[in-house]
C-alpha cells in the first residue's frame, strides 16, 4: 500500500486568501484528463467501492473532510482528508471507498483517463479474484 501516497501541495496565500496550485505531471505523477468532485454526502454515505484498471487518482478535499480505505486485498489503509493543501495518490488497481463526509465535505478527484465504465472492477470478490488473493 505504499504506493497510495500523501502529497503535500504548497499554500501560496499572503493576505489576501489562500492559493494552492496543483499541476498535472508536476504535483501529481499524471497528466489530468478529468476533474469531478463530491458535495452533499454525509457521515453514512459510502462513495467508490471500486477499482481501477487504467486509471489513477488523486484525491483533495477542498473543504470539510472525509475519509478514504484502499486496500490491495492483503492490506488496508484509513487516510482522513481534511486539509485543502494535502492529497492521495491512488495508483491503477486500488480498491477504493470513500467514506464519512462532513457536512461542508468537498472531494475533489484529477484522474489521468477520461471516464470509461469498462475500466471499473465494482464486485469485491472480483477484485480479489483478479488480484490473486484467496478469502
Known amino acids: 500500500m505504499e504506493l497510495c501516497r500523501l502529497l503535500d501541495f504548497k499554500d501560496l496565500g499572503d493576505e489576501r486568501g489562500k ?12 497528466e489530468i484528463k478529468r476533474v469531478f468532485y463530491i458535495y ?19 484525491l483533495i478535499n477542498v473543504a470539510g473532510k472525509s475519509k478514504v480505505r484502499v486496500t490491495d486485498g492483503i492490506g488496508e489503509h484509513v487516510v482522513e482528508l481534511n486539509r485543502p493543501m494535502q492529497g492521495i495518490y491512488l495508483p491503477k488497481m486500488v480498491w477504493k471507498d470513500m467514506y464519512d463526509f462532513s457536512p461542508d465535505s468537498v472531494l475533489l478527484a484529477l484522474a489521468s483517463t477520461h471516464y470509461d465504465g469498462k475500466e471499473y472492477i465494482r464486485d ?10 484467496k478469502k
Open 124 to 133: 469485491y470478490d472480483e477484485y480479489l479474484k483478479i488480484m490473486g488473493v
Open 19 to 30: 492559493l494552492v496550485v496543483v499541476e498535472g505531471a508536476q504535483d501529481i505523477p499524471f
Open 40 to 58: 452533499g454526502s454525509d457521515n453514512e454515505v459510502v462513495r467508490g467501492k471500486h477499482a481501477n484498471k487504467e486509471s489513477e487518482f488523486v
